[in-house]
């Protein structure tokens, strides 16, 4: 477990230093000097005395610190769901597997555990630390020591509980991610009101350019902000659905290739 916890805490700084690259290249080669183009038009037109309705480009929505932060943070939470939706997927394919061979009309006895204990220890060391691995090896030892068939329905239960806990601890970082996203927003509106208030005096003389520009920050920074959330949000409720009927499934396996099988012979 500590070298998965490793691997995926460098894997999230690797995914961190990548985004943030990626975007700022972007926004350097790309976003800011159209945006500068068309601002420095649009103030050209208005000098001029020209009636025109600037049109909202895109460049320009995004142009702002916070809009780039917030696309940094998107693409980082992104990599993370993606990391971790591919570690379930990795589980789920340990459940088209037979690892423990009954056929009908079997019984497993607790003399028997061993045996069926041996196809899940010959696993590759990684796929002994999946859900269905743990669960099915505590088992058939509960049910080797006890010999108590409900003891076996007790640790399977467990074992999912505390896995279904640990997943959803673990998108805590996610979680925290969606709710920093519109927070970095409402900071770019502060900063934008602010700034249009700074610049109040220059509006009564009848130069409103840098008022409106400003205002222009608060609102596209809380637009882009809350557009990311709402998208941030409905992945990490995907990849939430996908990790509990993961669990779920990792149950009715148990249930049906397992516990059902298990006997104790009367003495």
Partial sequence: MKTKFS????????????????VHS????????????????QVALQEAGQNFAPSRSLYVVLRDFEQETCII?????????????????RERQLLDRDLVKVRDGVSILPEDARNYMRPVQ????????????RVLLNALQRFSSTRNIQDVSSVVKEISENESDRLDSELSMIRYIAWAIPSIGFIGTVRGIGEALGQAHRA????????????????????????????????????????????????RYCDTNLIRFLQVRKR
Wanted: negative net charge; without cysteine; proline residues 2%.
């Fill in 122 to 133: 010959a696993l590759p060391e990684h796929e002994q630390g999946y859900l269905l691995a």
């Fill in 73 to 89: 943070l998107m693409l980082w939470s992104m990599a993370i769901m993606g990391y971790k939706a591919q570690a379930a997927r």
């Fill in 7 to 22: 691997s995926e805490f460098v894997y999230q700084v690797f995914a961190l230093l990548v985004s943030v690259i990626i």
């Fill in 26 to 41: 972007v926004y350097v080669g790309v976003i800011r000097p159209n945006a500068d183009a068309i601002l420095e038009q």
């Fill in 204 to 251: 009564v003389q009848g130069d409103i350019a840098g008022v409106t520009a400003s205002l222009g920050v608060a609102f596209n920074s809380t637009f882009v902000a809350l557009v990311i959330s709402i998208i941030i949000m409905f992945l990490v409720h995907q990849l939430q659905l996908t990790q509990e009927r993961l669990v779920l499934d990792n149950q």
